[in-house]
């Protein structure tokens, strides 16, 4: 992942050089959920209040997508009976970086 204003120095994964002065590359994970277009502010104060989502001199860290539409055909086989067609829900999506530690995962699903 690429942070901005992270410490001075080497990048933080062995032979890769900084993105530049301000930029460095860091191991992570990002993480994008899609949620009905209502819920993203709810979903953004659980992930923030989970991981912090710390980014060099930032917290707070996270991309709000516009709302969009998600779209599928439910085949019967889970909770939703089998649609006949597609149906189309409007989502937003947020993506935010999590540090490299599996743990953080963890605790922001259970969070979220």
């Known amino acids: 992942m690429l942070c901005s204003d992270c410490k001075k120095g080497e990048s933080a994964i062995e032979g890769l050089e900084r993105a530049s002065e301000r930029l460095s590359v860091e191991r992570g994970f990002r993480m994008s959920v899609q949620m009905p277009q209502t819920h993203p502010s709810k979903v953004a104060q659980a992930a ?48 935010f970086l999590l540090p490299d530690d599996v743990s953080h995962l963890d605790r922001m699903l259970a969070r979220i």
Do not use: E, F, K, Y
């Not at 930032?58 to 649609?83: E, I, K, M, W």
């Open 48 to 95: 923030v209040a989970a991981a912090g989502l710390p980014c060099g001199a930032h917290d707070g860290d996270l991309l709000a997508g516009s709302v969009g539409q998600h779209q599928s055909r439910s085949l019967g086989t889970g909770r939703n009976p089998a649609s006949t067609g597609v149906i189309s829900i409007a989502c937003a999506v947020l993506s």
